[in-house]
């Protein structure tokens, strides 16, 4: 598959899921142009004017607006972004896990708002937000959450109410005040079938720059964590309706074009 045909199937996907939205008269761009744009910039990590450039290049998007407002109208439709990160599940248990995102390095702390916190992670301190994702046993995000990286993993205990079916997490997640009826805690190597929830942060991080997020506001970082979320949903369905189903999650071979 070359990188138009990809774009284009890419593309296909996407307006299955916002082919309702309005395009707006003077808009030069129909809605699912736009957040196909905002899920192939998180796969290209490119900066916006490098990445337009490149857009430019492929010759499938002739109307493409200026870098700033191609921006403004990625924020638009952050909606419609973040209903493509959430899937539906039918499964009999699913898992959850929470992940800090580094997002400026501890001796610039200053240089940041409150939108960040701090925290240690694996033996260094961080700067930075926690993602906390629900996961399949597939791989499919079906609902996440993020904070500032000081706030503990039992307060997003929470994001496991909205499912009836069991949840699998790790202590972190046991709070003494109590949990949900549905959250169940493991211990450590109880139940490592919960392991596909660390491949799908592991793909995020190397892959889409899940620990790479460049924002200037939590709104912006928001947003990116959406388009990564939803890149790898629908690269998943993609496999899916290719035919190149694997028991664990792979995106490896889109993300080489």
């Given at each position: 598959m070359d990188i138009e045909l990809f774009i284009t199937f890419l593309f296909c996907m996407i307006d299955e899921q916002t082919g309702d939205l309005l395009q707006h008269p003077d808009s030069k761009l129909h809605p699912s142009e736009i957040v196909t744009l905002a899920l192939l910039k998180r796969m290209k990590q490119h900066a916006f004017r490098r990445f337009v450039v490149w857009l430019k290049h492929t010759g499938m998007f002739p109307n493409l607006p200026d870098f700033t407002r191609l921006c403004r109208q990625f924020k638009h439709y952050r909606h419609a972004i973040e209903v493509i990160s959430r899937q539906v599940s039918q499964w009999d248990w699913l898992v959850t896990?929470?992940?800090?995102?580094?997002?400026?390095?501890?001796i610039r702390e200053g240089r940041k708002t409150g939108w960040v916190g701090k925290n240690k992670s694996k033996g260094r301190w961080i700067v930075g937000i926690r993602v906390v994702v629900v996961v399949s046993p597939e791989g499919d995000v079906l609902d996440w959450t993020l904070d500032?990286?000081?706030?503990?993993?039992?307060?997003?205990?929470?994001?496991?109410?909205?499912?009836?079916?069991?949840?699998?997490?790790?202590?972190?997640?046991?709070?003494k005040d109590g949990d949900?009826?549905?959250l169940k805690i493991c211990q450590r190597g109880e139940q490592n079938e919960r392991m596909v929830v660390e491949s799908v942060f592991s793909l995020c991080t190397r892959l889409l720059g899940l620990n790479n997020i460049v924002a200037k506001s939590f709104e912006g970082?928001?947003?990116?964590?959406?388009?990564?979320?939803?890149?790898?949903?629908?690269?998943?369905?993609?496999?899916?309706?290719?035919?190149?189903?694997?028991?664990?999650?792979?995106?490896?071979?889109?993300?080489?074009l």
């Amino acid at each position: 598959m070359d990188i138009e045909l990809f774009i284009t199937f890419l593309f296909c996907m996407i307006d299955e899921q916002t082919g309702d939205l309005l395009q707006h008269p003077d808009s030069k761009l129909h809605p699912s142009e736009i957040v196909t744009l905002a899920l192939l910039k998180r796969m290209k990590q490119h900066a916006f004017r490098r990445f337009v450039v490149w857009l430019k290049h492929t010759g499938m998007f002739p109307n493409l607006p200026d870098f700033t407002r191609l921006c403004r109208q990625f924020k638009h439709y952050r909606h419609a972004i973040e209903v493509i990160s959430r899937q539906v599940s039918q499964w009999d248990w699913l898992v959850t896990d929470s992940k800090l995102c580094e997002v400026i390095h501890p001796i610039r702390e200053g240089r940041k708002t409150g939108w960040v916190g701090k925290n240690k992670s694996k033996g260094r301190w961080i700067v930075g937000i926690r993602v906390v994702v629900v996961v399949s046993p597939e791989g499919d995000v079906l609902d996440w959450t993020l904070d500032t990286a000081n706030i503990h993993d039992k307060h997003f205990a929470w994001i496991v109410e909205s499912f009836e079916v069991k949840v699998l997490a790790d202590s972190g997640f046991h709070s003494k005040d109590g949990d949900p009826e549905n959250l169940k805690i493991c211990q450590r190597g109880e139940q490592n079938e919960r392991m596909v929830v660390e491949s799908v942060f592991s793909l995020c991080t190397r892959l889409l720059g899940l620990n790479n997020i460049v924002a200037k506001s939590f709104e912006g970082f928001r947003l990116a964590v959406a388009s990564i979320f939803a890149l790898f949903n629908t690269l998943l369905d993609m496999n899916r309706r290719l035919g190149l189903y694997s028991q664990r999650p792979s995106i490896a071979h889109f993300c080489c074009l």
